[in-house]
């Protein structure tokens, strides 16, 4: 999609600080994050949300890059919250698959 901001950063017509990169996905640092450590796990594919995924590899490639990151970032000992907007209510902003990893403190429940 031309004008998905997700979509423009996958090509490297955005700037962002890239903390993993494969053909599947890109993980790069959020622009407001809400946690000391938040990266956002995007699919390189403009799959609108978790409602068009059709490739469950994709889900659990996603989630193993996600472990990944947990690890190199010291985040897996303490802990670690991973989430996906779907839809309006959900809260999701961008309609773009990918999900949010956040550490670095206690996070509260419930959220929102």
């Known amino acids: 999609m031309v004008d998905c901001v997700f979509c423009r950063i996958v090509r490297g017509e955005l700037p962002s600080v890239k903390l ?3 053909d599947k996905v890109i993980a790069i640092k959020d622009i407001n994050p809400q946690a000391p450590f938040h ?3 995007i699919s390189k594919k403009h799959i609108e949300s978790i409602l068009e995924v059709e490739d469950g590899e994709l889900i659990a ?7 990944f990151l947990a690890n190199k970032y010291n985040l897996a000992k303490k802990g670690f919250r991973v989430v996906n907007n779907c839809g309006h209510d959900g809260g999701q902003t961008i309609y ?3 999900f949010h990893l956040m550490g670095g403190r206690p996070m509260d429940w419930p959220p929102g």
């Open 20 to 22: 993993f990169e494969d």
């Open 39 to 41: 990266a956002l796990v």
């Open 96 to 98: 773009h698959l990918h």
């Open 61 to 67: 490639h996603i989630f193993r890059v996600i472990k």
